[in-house]
């Protein structure tokens, strides 16, 4: 089936059929120069990851401005940025099941791709894959270093993880992955340099445990966009997963500075753009664009341009809109720029961004790993 476009290049955003999924190009590539010049004159990489975008145009973007390589979530993922030329992709996830496993080695013998793991079952079934395809698997040890979600515990169960992925035909020990989800929104800057410290502390112990054992750790890989300061300068990660930056959202927004003042290194550039459809009264307005045209798992989208209006709820295919001034706001017809709250799930949502500049389509991207 092919994917309708909703826009046609040289058309105004008022041409644009909504709801749609928009990127301001300006604001777009100052946060990628931004994220590059953080990381002048550092030993660390940037290995920017592909949840956030799922596109391989703004993968080679971003390894035009210096990555090393990118992260994906899925294998899916990972496929269509190797399909897509991109030569150095991490899964930054445990992959399990006969035929997940047989394409990650097929994907491996054309790419360097790296995977996780954190129990022998992992570096057993992916032996296996491995040796079956004749290609060598990179394979991470993933470390709980504060999050509670995957990862084996830091210290002797990840050494013993180490020496298994060693010991193993067709796999290459290759690190560690260290990523602390649950540090990027903590809103004090403090309180996200603390327990980037406590991880770093828990990955120290790793790579001690490993020198002792005369096993070499080519990388330790991690960070996020909320954190990513505090793992560059560690002295310990190699390499940064920072994805939500090209883009921001609502949520990532809230994130404290020093001093207590707003994070605003970098800008929104993503907007999901709707159209009033009905102002039944005058204190409220409905956009076409609810729950199929937004994520809302991490609070609802800003609405942009009309400072006192609420974005109050979400239906299937209707936003409801509070308006401050019911004198004024948005009439039947007219264009409504929404911040989504959580940026990743969000672009998921669309088959296509609609790149623009100075209100005019300056080109249409596909979201080929939706």
């Known amino acids: 089936?092919?994917?309708?476009?909703?826009?046609?290049?040289?058309?105004?955003?008022?041409?644009?059929?909504?709801?749609?999924?928009?990127?301001?190009?300006?604001?777009?590539?100052?946060?990628?120069?931004?994220?590059?010049?953080?990381?002048?004159g550092s030993s660390v990489g940037l290995r920017p990851h592909a949840k956030t975008h799922k596109s391989p145009m703004i993968a080679h973007r971003q390894m035009a401005l210096g990555a090393i390589g990118i992260?994906?979530?899925?294998?899916?993922?990972?496929?269509?940025?190797?399909?897509?030329?991109?030569?150095?992709v991490l899964v930054t996830n445990e992959v399990?099941?006969?035929?997940?496993?047989a394409r990650l080695a097929a994907l491996a013998r054309q790419a360097n791709v790296a995977v996780c793991?954190?129990?022998?079952?992992?570096?057993?079934?992916?032996?296996?894959?491995?040796?079956?395809?004749?290609?060598?698997?990179?394979?991470?040890?993933?470390v709980n270093v504060g999050t509670p979600r995957c990862g084996v515990e830091p210290g002797a169960p990840a050494l013993e993880l180490a020496r298994r992925i060693v010991a193993a035909p067709g796999l290459r020990f290759a690190g560690f992955q260290a990523y602390h989800g649950a540090a990027q929104h903590l809103r004090p800057h403090e309180q996200r340099r603390e327990a980037i410290q406590a991880a770093v502390n828990k990955i120290r112990e790793c790579l001690e445990l490993l020198e002792k054992e005369g096993i070499p750790c080519e990388r330790v890989t991690g960070a996020g966009t909320g954190t990513y300061p505090f793992e560059r300068d560690s002295?310990?990660?190699?390499?940064?997963?920072?994805?939500?930056?090209?883009?921001?959202?609502?949520?990532?927004?809230?994130?404290?500075?020093?001093?207590?003042?707003?994070?605003d290194e970098f800008e929104h550039s993503l907007f999901v753009?709707?159209?009033?459809?009905?102002?039944?009264?005058?204190?409220?307005?409905?956009?076409?664009?609810?729950?199929?045209?937004?994520?809302?798992?991490?609070g609802m989208p800003q609405v942009v341009d009309e400072p006192e209006a609420i974005y109050t709820r979400a239906s299937d295919e209707h936003g409801i809109i509070a308006l401050g001034d019911p004198s004024s706001?948005?009439?039947?017809?007219?264009?409504?720029?929404?911040?989504?709250?959580?940026?990743?799930?969000?672009v998921n949502l669309y088959n296509w961004y609609v790149c623009c500049r100075n209100g005019r389509v300056e080109a249409l991207w596909p979201i080929t790993a939706r």
């Open 1 to 40: 089936m092919t994917m309708r476009q909703p826009a046609r290049v040289g058309m105004t955003l008022e041409e644009v059929d909504t709801p749609a999924l928009l990127i301001e190009m300006g604001a777009f590539e100052r946060n990628l120069g931004r994220m590059a010049d953080a990381l002048k």
């Open 329 to 346: 706001g948005p009439r039947i017809g007219d264009r409504i720029k929404l911040i989504p709250g959580h940026c990743d799930p969000t």
């Open 117 to 142: 793991a954190d129990d022998p079952i992992h570096v057993e079934t992916l032996s296996e894959a491995a040796r079956a395809a004749e290609a060598e698997i990179p394979v991470l040890v993933e």
């Open 96 to 101: 399990v099941g006969k035929s997940p496993l």
């Open 235 to 263: 002295g310990v990660y190699t390499e940064l997963q920072a994805g939500s930056y090209v883009f921001m959202d609502v949520d990532y927004a809230k994130n404290l500075g020093e001093g207590g003042a707003p994070a």
């Open 273 to 298: 753009l709707s159209t009033c459809i009905s102002r039944p009264v005058a204190e409220r307005a409905i956009v076409d664009a609810g729950l199929k045209a937004l994520s809302i798992d991490s």
């Open 71 to 88: 992260c994906c979530q899925t294998l899916g993922e990972a496929e269509a940025m190797v399909q897509a030329g991109i030569p150095d």
